[in-house]
């Protein structure tokens, strides 16, 4: 059974820093995309940063330039990289995998929640 265990959120205050790792427990073949999308309070869930497996990265216009998101060779782990974090980058985190068989697979972590405040 596939799990995405996701770590590395909590507390921090503005303009700090947080580094998101999400590790896949299990195999998932034909993987085309590893992501990160978050959902704050009485908000719908939007993409962050997205990284396909060709390396190319989409990032939501709020992060860009502040957020960076990476994965190890063997396309077990991707992390994201938060860094001048603001108020409004409070939300919950999501780790999310696509995969490619016949259709689109999404394979969603548990979330962890990141909150910048003073």
């Known amino acids: 059974q596939v799990q995405l265990v996701e770590s590395g959120g909590g507390l921090v205050q503005p303009g700090g820093s947080l580094r998101l790792s999400c590790t896949i427990s299990g195999r998932i073949f034909n993987i085309v995309a590893m992501g990160w999308y978050r959902q704050a309070p009485g908000k719908q869930r939007e993409l962050v940063a997205s990284l396909t497996g060709g390396g190319n990265t989409n990032y939501a216009d709020s992060v860009k330039g502040r957020f960076t998101i990476s994965r190890d060779n063997a396309e077990r782990s991707v992390y994201l990289q938060m860094n001048s974090l603001k108020p409004e980058d409070t939300a919950v985190y999501y780790c999310?995998?696509?995969?490619?068989?016949?259709?689109?697979?999404?394979?969603w972590g548990q979330g962890t929640q990141v909150a910048v405040s003073s």
């Open positions: 999310n995998v696509k995969s490619f068989s016949l259709s689109v697979n999404n394979y």
